[in-house]
Each structure stands twice: as structure tokens, then as C-alpha cells.
């Protein structure tokens, strides 16, 4: 493996879909992974793995089942094990987001629909 600077803006310039997240790196078990979201993703949890949701730009609105987070761009939002959450977007915006996620972790949890990506692409 070649070790090199990875540049975020270029790399998101290569994809437009939404909520396809695409691989960038992989370090110690982990992914990590940079995703375009638009309008609203589905309540979902993840039994065994964390996530976590670092914003490049945009506002990121995470719901839970008690409150409401938003982070904008340098923060990040990380999802314990076993919480349900449904991320989205406000008023049709586009954000970018980075994300930290064992190489298990189905974008959506133990929930299966055509929004599930099992298979990643890496870029």
C-alpha cells in the first residue's frame, strides 16, 4: 500500500449519488468513508458498532429517539452501539460527511431496504 496525502475535495468530486457512501481508507478494523445525504435516511440502529459522523459541509441533523443534534462543518457526532438514530438534512440541502465505521457496519443497521448498501466502493 502506498502511503499518500488523501484530498477530500477531490475525492468527493468523483461521486454524486446520495446516501452511497464510498471508501476511502481502512485503518485498524475500521473504514472510513465519505458520503454525500440529502432530505432524510431511515430510523436505524447498530447492535455491535459505534459510528461516527464527522460534517466536511453542511448541517447534519441527527435525530434520536429523545433529542435532536446538529453539528456543522469540523464537528463530528458519534452514535454509541445499539442507539437508533436518523440522520437528514434540512430543506433539501447536500452535505458531505466523513465517516469512522467498523468494516461490518451496514450503512443501515439491522434494518434491510433498498437503501442498504452491502457492497462499497472504493475511490
Excluded: C, Y
Excluded at 456543522?72 to 465517516?99: A, S, V, W, Y
Aim: aromatic share 6%.
Amino acid at each position: 500500500m502506498e502511503i499518500s496525502a488523501i484530498n477530500l475535495e477531490e475525492k468527493l468530486s468523483l461521486f454524486s449519488e446520495h446516501w452511497s457512501p464510498r471508501i476511502i481508507g481502512e485503518l485498524n478494523g475500521q473504514l472510513v468513508k465519505l458520503a454525500k445525504i440529502q432530505g432524510e435516511f431511515v430510523w436505524h440502529s447498530h447492535a455491535e458498532e459505534d459510528e461516527l459522523f464527522m460534517v466536511l459541509k453542511g448541517r447534519l441533523i441527527m435525530e434520536l429517539r429523545d433529542k435532536i443534534i446538529e453539528a456543522g462543518p469540523g464537528e463530528l457526532i458519534i452514535i454509541p452501539k445499539g442507539t437508533e438514530h436518523l440522520p437528514r438534512t434540512r430543506d433539501g440541502e447536500e452535505i458531505h460527511i466523513l465517516l469512522f465505521e467498523p468494516k461490518s457496519t451496514l450503512n443501515t443497521g439491522e434494518l434491510e431496504n433498498e437503501r442498504t448498501r452491502r457492497e462499497l466502493e472504493w475511490i
